[in-house]
């Protein structure tokens, strides 16, 4: 029969819309909005987390309002301690084989899921082989190639059968990784969400819909979930299996709602239905004004300028691409066109988070040159000219975004880009989808791109640009850089690897200019006052409201 | 039965209409650059292709759009979100049109009311401080984006009375949030500024037109009492107009508005709209299109009938 199943379904959606609004009707007064004041007392936190979460599946979520949930529902075999170190998680001791390529986990014996059941090494097992199971397509497959766990591209390739995955359990508080090459940072992805564990029973049970609700979602970490009402709220509680729930605080997190407007959220925060919010510039006024808690962070984010330098290009030419690197004052972009507090200027393509051997890459490898150079900037180009015995530069297009805040980025470049190139600058605005078709088949002359990090590592961002990184959308390609990455990718020596960088880096940025870099991105947020321990990250979950309480709890204000 | 042949034809015609709409939005949708695969980072090659393998996307073009086609009209299933693991398409408009569909009839509820009285007043005391300001509503209503309308009353009904006035926020409108009665309130009023415009304006006019009709004048000469008058002879007249435009405001207003849905957190399916075109998320887009377009057609076909109960002019069988 024709729409046999939705005809169905249209009766009782139009008789539950008729009650719904007969609900409205007979109006009763008899809410139970949580006051601020409440949950101070109760050690429970509101917050808009701005959409629903995409994917609860922990081997399948690729986005940051999943990792949040996830970070707090699950744990890995190492997890990150109140200042972000990295820390035994669910394993209580990890040994590393001489050679580096070997990590043994013992499983904490006092491990629990949230229905009670001991963690066991198996779960793992069954995890870290899901992820890369090409039948299961986790988009984070990848990641499992990153840590270098043995036979994990090959399988994710169909060359090899799951089994053969480099990550056993011998027995059920053992379990064994190894590694085709030593990596430097293995501990910190073993921390990750994509290698947290998961029940195959509760998986085989559910099959497609599991995660999908209340029911499916049980995980081993500080918090569970006891509601998710799709698209309205979602609510998790502390568990009482958890093995550290003596470290954890709060009795309750949060979101009452899932506001994707700003201003909405903002509305709710100043009327304390939340406790924490995101900011945007049009409202950090106000918020000053209103002598609210604003607090920065750096999202983790970095933002440049990718040219396309594919033979037949403008910016194949190296000269130009130095021309723009020299020209944009990266202070000036800040504070023209972002505003927003908490951006710091980017000189190269790691940003200053990331951990080096003893203090951060950044300290350790520095990355310096003159910016702003107008004069500079047009030397080079003359220089160009001459070159190509040309009198002019041919125009060129910048392709941007369409939302309001890319297009003000892209006026102003136009502006300072007819200026110091003497020619033509075009806009070419488009949607996002429109825009990452357009980036994928090279059809741009310079798009603002920009990277988040996936693991704590510096090379998160330096891979991005070696010849076959399909997210190498200017075409960069040099061998001498590939090798670089390379080295860095078999080496297990922190030190080694910083120098790597240090000289790839230099090449791409300086020497070739193949990329832009201009600004680290900062946030600005709403925080009650009294609220503590929030920690903002920018891998993993953020916000990281595990050692989060509110101070003088019983104090009503 | 000349009823049942006009229904019965209507249907036809309508299958007609919703084929022809599925198959537009099939190819219009994969002309569209990007697909629900496509994300700020790159999927690995070879994780795409066993995620296409894993969607039915690495099918060709025309064995995709035949199984769709099955799919949603024999079987009535509109498939799985590409973009929230696991959610089913017929779970979406099961969960998501109702609450689209209860804030729309109680704005038309309000709407319908308030833009009928202020009509009459209108008219009846015409240029008034009423009727000017019936009027000014009226310009501001149509005029004016709703989004505007919904953080002036988000401020002045929630934010300042919390804030400044010291309501108590447990019996309180809250400024946005979903799952009490009183979280219906805003968006309602919001949504119906628009058809308080819309029915004022028509109201407005036609009672003006029926107040010069010959009929009118007739029963003002035989002495008619003014209430009799209004009420009986204009009103009644005069209404007959808004009757008709009321069903496609309420089709319209229970398909939900992406914005107002936006700015009050409502979980509606105009909100699931837009999620759904921004990922390009085929399956959704393409279940609510022409979920929409059979709701649309369903509730036309009952306006027709209703019509002719109406008005027995237009009657068909």
């Given amino acids: 029969m024709f729409f046999s199943k939705a005809s169905g379904n249209m009766k009782s959606v139009i008789a539950t819309a008729f009650a719904s609004a007969t609900l409205f009707v007979s109006m009763n007064a008899q809410a139970q909005q949580n006051t601020q004041a409440d949950r101070r007392n109760n050690q429970e936190v509101f917050l808009n987390m701005g959409d629903e979460p995409p994917s609860m599946d922990p081997n399948k979520g690729v986005d940051s309002v999943s990792y949040f949930w996830l970070g707090h529902l699950f744990e890995g075999l190492m997890t990150t301690d109140k200042n972000g170190n990295i820390v035994p998680g669910a394993a209580s001791n990890v040994a590393v084989s001489d050679s580096g390529k070997t990590y043994t986990f013992t499983i904490r014996p006092n491990a629990k899921w949230h229905d009670g059941k001991k963690v066991t090494a198996k779960d793992f097992e069954y995890a870290f082989q899901r992820l890369v199971d090409p039948a299961f397509a986790s988009e984070y497959a990848f990641i499992a190639e990153t840590a270098q766990i043995a036979n994990a591209a090959e399988i994710i390739k169909k060359k090899k059968p799951v089994g053969e995955l480099g990550a056993k359990a011998t027995n059920d508080s053992t379990f064994v990784v190894k590694l085709e090459n030593p990596v430097a940072f293995f501990k910190s992805l073993m921390a990750f969400q994509a290698f947290f564990p998961v029940r195959k029973d509760i998986v085989e049970k559910n099959g497609d819909k599991f995660a999908t609700n209340v029911d499916t979602i049980i995980g081993n970490g500080p918090f569970k979930l006891v509601s998710w009402k799709k698209e309205t709220s979602m609510r998790m509680e502390k568990a009482s299996t958890y093995w550290n729930a003596a470290a954890i605080k709060l009795r309750a997190i949060e979101a009452p709602v899932m506001l994707k407007d700003v201003g909405a959220a903002f509305n709710n925060f100043r009327t304390g239905g939340l406790d924490m919010t995101g900011l945007d510039k049009e409202r950090l006024e106000t918020a000053q004004r209103e002598r609210l808690q604003v607090k920065t962070y750096a999202d983790g984010g970095v933002f440049f300028l990718e040219m396309n330098q594919r033979s037949g290009k403008l910016f194949e030419n190296k000269k130009l691409r130095q021309a723009l690197r020299t020209a944009i004052s990266r202070r000036e972009y800040i504070s023209k066109v972002t505003g927003v507090p908490g951006d710091k200027p980017a000189f190269g393509l790691v940003p200053d988070y990331m951990p080096g051997v003893n203090r951060t890459y950044r300290q350790e490898a520095a990355l310096n040159y003159r910016d702003g150079d107008i004069a500079g900037a047009k030397k080079l180009i003359k220089e160009y000219l001459a070159e190509t015995k040309q009198s002019k530069v041919p125009p060129f297009s910048i392709l941007a975004g369409d939302s309001p805040n890319a297009k003000k980025e892209s006026e102003y470049l136009q502006a300072l880009l007819k200026n110091v190139f003497g020619t033509d600058v075009k806009i070419d605005s488009v949607p996002f989808k429109t825009r990452l078709q357009k980036q994928r088949d090279g059809q741009f002359d310079i798009v603002s791109a920009g990277w988040g990090p996936d693991y704590l590592d510096a090379m998160t961002f330096m891979d991005l640009f070696m010849t076959t990184n399909g997210n190498n959308h200017g075409g960069y390609s040099n061998k001498a850089f590939d090798e670089l990455i390379t080295k860095a990718q078999r080496s297990g020596s922190m030190a080694e690897r910083v120098k790597l960088f240090q000289e790839a880096e230099k090449m791409l940025v300086v020497t070739d200019s193949a990329i832009v870099p201009i600004i680290q991105r900062g946030r600005a947020y709403l925080l009650a006052e009294g609220l503590q321990g929030v920690r903002r990250n920018q891998v993993g979950q953020d916000p990281d409201f595990r050692f989060a309480s509110w101070s003088g709890a019983s104090a009503k204000k | ?317």
């Fill in chain 2, 1 to 317: 039965m000349r009823l049942l042949r006009f229904i019965l034809q209507r249907l036809f015609l309508a299958v007609i209409t919703l084929l022809t709409l599925f198959t537009l939005t099939f190819f219009l949708m994969r002309a569209v650059p990007g697909d629900p695969l496509m994300r700020t980072k790159e999927i690995p090659e070879e994780t795409r292709r066993n995620l296409e393998q894993r969607y039915g996307l690495d099918k060709p073009l025309h064995q995709q759009y035949f199984l769709q086609l099955s799919r949603i009209f024999i079987h009535g299933d509109f498939g799985t979100s590409f973009r929230t693991v696991g959610r089913e398409v017929n779970d979406i408009i099961r969960e998501q049109f109702p609450v689209s569909a209860g804030v729309g009839i109680v704005s038309v509820l309000i709407g319908v009311t308030t833009g009928i009285a202020l009509g009459i007043i209108a008219a009846l005391y015409r240029n008034s401080v009423i009727d000017r300001f019936a009027m000014f509503l009226c310009v501001a209503g149509i005029s004016l984006p709703s989004f505007l309308f919904a953080f002036i009353f988000q401020y002045s009904l929630a934010v300042y009375p919390l804030t400044q006035l010291g309501f108590n926020p447990d019996t309180w409108l809250r400024p946005a949030g979903w799952g009490e009665p009183r979280d219906f309130i805003m968006p309602s009023i919001t949504l119906s500024l628009g058809i308080i415009a819309s029915i004022t304006r028509m109201l407005k006019s036609q009672m003006i037109e029926v107040g010069f009709s010959e009929y009118v004048k007739t029963a003002k000469a035989k002495g008619v009492s003014l209430a009799r008058l209004v009420v009986m002879h204009q009103i009644r007249n005069a209404i007959l107009p808004i009757i008709s435009i009321i069903f496609p405001i309420l089709v319209f207003t229970m398909s939900g508005s992406l914005i107002i849905e936006g700015v009050f957190g409502i979980p509606g399916l105009g909100r699931a709209y837009m999620t759904s075109i921004q990922n390009s998320d085929y399956n959704v887009i393409m279940g609510l299109t022409v979920f929409f377009g059979g709701f649309l057609i369903i509730m036309n076909l009952i306006t027709d009938i209703l019509y002719g109960v109406i008005d027995p002019r237009i009657r068909v069988g």
